[in-house]
């Protein structure tokens, strides 16, 4: 068993792995998760380069229909015989797609893998392709090149595949005022907060009378641009825990060190934690130390007064135009009353997740935590900044219902119940008996293939013997060892929960708002503990 699972590592993954980074790869964008997912061609929508070969095999869940979604398709090619796109499952296959021979909109497969195999010859124009792909859970799929003008509906809900962000395209507006209507959806939504990118998720919108003018703002790392008036514009229902959080910030804003000096006329100056707050007017925060000694790390600390649900976070530089102080980028730490400090995690790996902050000393930055952020005490922590650490923030949230969840209906939702608003110890217990590997998060499996043709012809007949092997070996029985078994078995626990309430509850409306507060709890915990 061990060798034949080494040789299909050495004849597959790895020249493969390396194959991928050489010219001559034609795959381009490529973000998965879970149940979906977004592929496009190399440099798309620039035009595709000459003579290469992308292959990916892409994924859902076991049990499940794969939904494909072509959102572009444009090759120059009319007879297909050297420019061309294809789909490959274990059944059918669809294609080639190229110039003459449109490919359908949307093919729902009745696999849950499919083979996506794009190549081109020689050529002088064409984008390639852009795809999205999900689970048949998710039969409202769109692409990120929906724009909120496809939709005539004044109420809508569609689901968002993730990997939209970086596809390109305008979005003008904010989350508050709404979008212009010519805004992609998908983007617009993670800019709104309504989604992560890394997930993706199911979006509800709503349509209404356009406004005089869009203002742009940065948030979600997508910039939105300032927009001219238009008739339609939309909004995402919101959920209900975006309310900007009030406090007393002398009071509850402290921070690691403070800017003070003597200005021309001999008074002193102080730049406090208390000027932190962004509902208040004047100059913002500042560190005692301009230096760049990153060991010494500044903090920003806002005491909550009790435990709160954060959901965002809305930054500036100085404000003040002759003080061109700003953070570039900043981590957040949390904790509770007797809890120790923790750092706020990517979603999908496992390291601290590093906000993009200010690009100015004035204008406001968004981020939005998703899942959300449950302490009482918050740090803003900067890593990189312009001239001197400079900030005010606005933090974004709700109350937590104190009730219990009653009725849960999963084993993690149990464990929550025991342990809310308690030990730590409980609950560090609980993970470290469950630390997920690098490769455990990604239910969506890639194999990255983009080879000269000759080799890749090599490699398929190779590989296909190998394939057939494996695959007989994993009839007979255990190829996946119990450790693997195991992983895989927590990971559902944890993260289909998750996903369901991030895609289609929590992001959107909080239909139960007690019950889902100790579910948060328990997730952010785990995705700040798990290391
Ligand atoms: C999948 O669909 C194809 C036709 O598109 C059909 O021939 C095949 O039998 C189907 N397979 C299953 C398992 O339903
Ligand atoms: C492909 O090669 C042809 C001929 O050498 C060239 O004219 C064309 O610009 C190339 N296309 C791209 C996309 O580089
Ligand atoms: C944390 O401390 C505050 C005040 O010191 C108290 O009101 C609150 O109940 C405490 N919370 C917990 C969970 O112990
Ligand atoms: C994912 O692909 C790797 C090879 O790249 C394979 O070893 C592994 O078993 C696959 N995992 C799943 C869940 O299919």
């Known amino acids: 068993m061990v060798p034949g699972l080494l040789a299909l590592l050495l004849a597959a993954s790895t020249p493969l792995g390396r194959r991928a980074a050489e010219p001559g790869d034609g795959c381009g964008h490529l973000v998965a998760y879970q149940d979906s997912g977004t592929m496009t061609s190399k440099n798309y929508p620039g035009t595709y380069p000459n003579h290469t070969v992308c292959e990916k095999t892409i994924t859902v869940p076991k049990g499940k229909r794969l939904i494909l979604r072509l959102g572009d398709l444009d090759i120059e090619s009319q007879t297909c015989a050297s420019d061309y796109l294809l789909f490959t499952s274990s059944s059918d296959q669809y294609g080639p797609y190229c110039g003459s021979i449109a490919a359908p909109r949307e093919l ?297 969840a009653q009725g849960n209906d999963s084993f993690v939702w149990r464990k929550t119940s025991q342990t809310t608003g308690i030990s730590n110890e409980r609950e560090d217990e609980t993970i470290t008996k469950r630390i997920p590997s690098e490769e455990m998060p990604t239910g969506v499996n890639l194999t990255t293939v983009a080879i000269p043709s000759v080799l890749f012809v090599v490699l398929l007949v190779a590989g296909m013997g190998i394939f057939a092997a494996f695959r007989m070996r994993k009839k007979k029985g255990n190829l996946y060892g119990s450790a693997e078994a195991q992983k895989t078995g927590w990971w559902k626990q944890i993260k289909y929960p998750f996903a369901r309430h991030q895609s289609a509850e929590f992001t959107i409306s909080y239909d139960n708002e007690k019950e889902m507060a100790q579910k948060l709890d328990l997730i952010t915990s785990d995705m700040a503990d798990l290391s």
Not at 117 to 143: K, M, N, Q, V, W
Not at 229 to 236: A, G, P, Q, Y
Not at 334 to 359: A, C, D, H, M, P
Request: some cysteine; proline content about 3%.
């Open 108 to 404: 729902l497969l009745n696999t849950s893998e499919v083979t996506i195999h794009f190549e081109s010859g020689s050529h002088t124009s064409g984008r390639g392709f852009l795809l999205t792909f999900a689970s048949s859970d998710h039969p409202d799929l769109i692409t990120c090149l929906e724009r909120a003008n496809h939709y005539l509906k004044t109420e809508y809900s569609k689901f968002c595949p993730a990997g939209c962000r970086d596809i390109a395209g305008d979005i003008s507006g904010n989350e508050v005022d709404g979008y212009r209507d010519t805004s992609l959806l998908c983007k617009a939504a993670i800019h709104a907060g309504v989604i992560a990118d890394e997930l993706g998720g199911q979006v509800r919108v709503l349509l209404s009378k356009g406004i005089s003018r869009y203002e742009g703002i940065l948030a979600n790392g997508v910039l939105s641009r300032d927009g001219s008036l238009s008739d339609k514009r939309f909004l995402f229902t919101s959920n209900d825990c975006s309310r900007s959080l009030s406090l007393e910030p002398d009071r509850q804003i402290r921070a690691s060190s403070s800017w003070q000096w003597v200005n021309e006329v001999g008074e002193q100056v102080h730049w406090s934690a208390g000027q932190a707050w962004l509902q208040d007017q004047g100059p913002s925060w500042a560190s005692g130390d301009s230096g760049n000694d990153h060991r010494q790390r500044e903090w920003l600390e806002i005491d909550l007064g009790e435990k709160k649900k954060i959901t965002g976070i809305r930054t500036t530089g100085s404000t003040q135009s002759n003080f061109n102080f700003y953070v570039k980028s900043f981590v957040m730490n949390f904790k509770n009353n007797n809890s120790k400090w923790r750092t706020y995690k990517g979603i999908l790996n496992n390291e601290e997740k590093v906000f993009q902050g200010n690009s100015n000393f004035r204008d406001p930055v968004r981020n939005n935590f998703i899942p959300p952020i449950v302490a009482r005490y918050v740090r803003v922590v900067p890593q990189t900044w312009h001239q001197r650490i400079a900030l005010k923030v606005e933090l974004f949230g709700c109350q937590i219902t104190q009730a219990r």
